[in-house]
């Protein structure tokens, strides 16, 4: 059954890394859902998180394929464990004079935060699990959704203790 | 000590032991060549960048070492994109240095640039741009050890001609280390124990081996496990002469143009153990219908190979020397009863599909290409390394030259690239000086790398290239004729080369067989020769290779005729 997957996955911050792991998923036909980079407390390693979609056999040779570019350090699969996962997204929102109200009552409600105004819009800014996400763009979705920027998920293990 | 770059890379291509680079030069990669000339390195000058890798592999695998190639920015660079790919599918170690535009100039469109570590990152295990000529060294000795160990493969070097000619005050790199790579050689004991379970429940096994046990040296641990289970054993092409094909245990070799009894009994049998494999396509035929009737047991290096194409019962990731070592021992100390009497059932039912269907062929007024390939086998006693082209070339040559040894039987399997066996045999010639090698080629193959007998001429290397000449892509045409209503579309070879002159034409010799009865005589006069020989076998033209599993049956659903 094609499940939705998250891989947290430690590589060696150097050039090319990320073109290769971009290459393996086109190259093999895997799919990238969304893909999330950036540096580690070490800066020699960064971190991407990557979320991907298929069935357990697809995602045991994903996860064995990225194990074997000599760049990757150390996959985790996250789906199935304890862990924390976050999205931002930047929403610009058609406000009409009528629905500016509406719309800060929505983003109070959401605790999101609005981080521009001009005379026809509003961009708010929120954070969330993918759940949420859903559930404000759903809310938005009506009032008018002029522009949108996600940065995926980034996630990381719960503490075992 | 103040060395240049290009110093520095002989001082570490000297510590790796290399004696024989193959290559082209260029503008790029001028100040390395000369360099190269003060040291005692041989530089095989080939005629097309692609053969300097073919070359290197066909090195390696007579060798057993690692194959190495430097070429030049641009064209040299993707000229060997061909050559990598089909290392990199058969797991060759090979290291190929390619030249790039100085540093300054990359990603301009300098004249010769092309982004060769981007081009061929699905194509190598691994690849380096070097930024400076501080890191040359250590990547020169991480690309060696990457490429020899763990599953060996090609690894690119791409070095800017401002890297190659900097000066710099050179201190020895420390030992390789990367965190990130540690393959595993030694298997699970668990599993071990596990397979040692279904060996000894099995009635009906069979082993199927293949490269991975080349290329691990795993060939006696291999013979030991067979004779100690009484498992019949198959190999896959790559997989020849990992195994005695002289064996009583022996079945053939697996696949689309495998034996009958092979592939019968992969479908029958109770246990399969696949070893040094990766269960591809030509093998398998139809997933579905592969083995059904098997437990399955695999053992690869690579865990990326464990569970991709087929579910599997015990895998074991782990070296085929040290695992079979191991599983050997384990064997030793249980008690598999009289084996020979357990299985005498399964051995007779084999015994039967041999007898039935055995690799067969008439031959008649025309030579029949396996007639040339079994006499080759004669002549040389199965003890010349055999280098193929891709095609009805390659199968025939698997099928009817019978391999005892390993690193014997040299392709392109993976990739099945046309043009591979004459470089391949130059290569193999100058890792085995004392050996006969040949080339088993078709008149199409050869035609993709001829110009590479002036390479083996003027290294005086006496190479034989037997053609097996139909007139035709003769396995393209074997599809037009079985599936296409015989429509033989761009696959007739009309305007075909007099091969003897053209032999001739490079200094080399040539000669020809018409007739039957010229076979022999023409295969030991040329065999003889201490020079650069082809010798070109006119073949029945519609001569199909057989059997055949076509394409989305089960490997048990031959055509046989």
């Known amino acids: 059954m094609e499940e939705k997957h998250i891989l947290s996955i430690l590589v060696d911050n150097e050039p090319g890394v990320l073109s290769r792991i971009a290459g393996l998923f086109s190259g093999r036909g895997f799919n990238i859902e969304s893909l999330c980079v950036a540096e580690t407390t070490d800066p020699g390693v960064s971190r991407i998180t990557l979320v991907t979609v298929g069935a357990p056999p697809i995602i045991e040779q994903i996860e064995k394929q990225l194990n074997k570019l000599i760049n990757v350090i150390k996959v985790h699969e996250l789906t199935g464990k304890k862990f924390v996962q976050r999205e931002l997204a930047l929403i610009k929102i058609i406000a009409k004079p009528e629905n500016r109200a509406e719309i800060l009552r929505i983003v109070d409600i959401f605790r999101c935060k609005v981080v521009d105004i001009g005379p026809e819009h509003y961009t708010v800014e929120v954070t969330g699990d993918e759940g949420k996400m859903r559930a404000i763009l759903n809310i938005f979705k009506p009032i008018g959704i002029k522009e949108i920027a996600r940065t995926g998920i980034i996630a990381l293990f719960r503490d075992p203790n | ?561």
């Open chain 2, 1 to 561: 000590m103040k060395l240049t770059g290009a110093q520095i890379m002989m001082k570490v291509l000297q510590e790796e032991g290399v004696d024989t680079i193959f290559g082209y030069p260029g503008g790029v990669v001028i100040d390395i060549f000369d360099e190269l000339e003060k040291t005692d390195i041989h530089h095989v000058l080939v005629r097309q960048e692609a053969c300097a890798v073919h070359a290197a592999d066909g090195y390696a695998r007579a060798g057993g070492r690692v194959g190495v190639c430097l070429v030049t920015s641009g064209p040299g660079a993707t000229n060997t994109v061909t050559g990598i790919a089909s290392a990199y599918m058969d797991s060759i170690p090979v290291v190929i240095f390619t030249g790039q535009v100085p540093t300054h100039l990359i990603g301009n469109d300098a004249f010769q640039e092309v982004d060769i570590v981007g081009i061929t990152r699905p194509c190598t295990k691994h690849n380096y741009l070097v930024k400076r000529t501080e890191d040359l060294a250590r990547i020169i000795k991480e690309a060696f050890y990457l490429a020899n160990s763990g599953r060996p493969g090609p690894v690119l070097v791409d070095i800017p001609k401002d890297v190659s000619v900097t000066e710099i005050d050179y201190k020895p790199p420390k030992k390789v280390k990367l965190r990130s790579y540690n393959p595993t050689y030694k298997p699970n004991a668990r599993q071990l124990q596990k397979v040692v379970e279904l060996i000894r429940e099995a009635k009906k096994p069979v082993i199927f081996a293949g490269g991975g046990v080349i290329l691990s040296k795993a060939s006696k641990e291999l013979t030991e496990l067979a004779r100690k289970t009484q498992a019949p054993l198959t190999t896959s092409l790559m997989g020849l002469g990992a195994f005695p094909a002289t064996d009583p245990l022996w079945l053939g070799m697996i696949g689309m143009h495998g034996t009958y009894r092979a592939n019968m009994s992969t479908g029958e049998c109770d246990l399969l153990m696949g070893i040094g494999v990766r269960f591809d396509d030509r093998v398998t035929g139809r997933i579905s219908a592969f083995a059904t009737n098997a437990k399955i047991v695999h053992i690869d290096i690579d865990p990326t190979s464990i569970r991709k194409n087929i579910p599997v019962t015990a895998p074991v990731v782990g070296d085929c020397k040290i695992t079979l070592a191991k599983l050997n021992k384990l064997l030793d100390k249980e008690d598999l009863g009289d084996l020979k009497k357990k299985r005498k059932k399964w051995f007779e039912q084999i015994q039967h599909w041999k007898d039935t269907q055995p690799l067969a062929y008439e031959q008649k007024d025309v030579i029949k290409p396996q007639y040339v390939v079994e006499k080759l086998y004669q002549l040389t006693k199965g003890k010349a390394i055999i280098t193929t082209e891709v095609g009805q070339n390659q199968m025939w040559a698997a099928q009817y030259y019978q391999f005892d040894r390993p690193n014997h039987f040299i392709t392109s399997g993976g990739l099945g690239c046309m043009g591979f066996g004459l470089p391949a045999a130059i290569g193999a010639q100058l890792a085995c000086p004392d050996a006969l090698v040949v080339d088993i080629a078709g008149d199409g193959s050869i035609q993709m790398n001829i110009q590479e007998m002036a390479t083996a001429v003027q290294c005086g290397l006496p190479v034989k290239v037997v053609i097996l000449n139909n007139g035709y892509l003769g396995m393209v045409r074997q599809w037009q004729q079985l599936f296409f209503d015989k429509r033989y579309v761009s696959t007739c070879l009309d305007c075909a080369p007099d091969f003897v002159k053209l032999a001739e034409a490079y200094g080399a010799v040539g000669l020809r067989a018409t007739k039957p009865e010229e076979v022999e005589a023409v295969l030991k006069k040329g065999l003889a020769s201490k020079k650069p020989v082809i010798m070109d076998f006119v073949v029945e033209k519609e001569e199909c290779v057989y059997p055949m599993v076509p394409a989305g049956a089960a490997v048990t659903e031959m055509l046989l005729t």
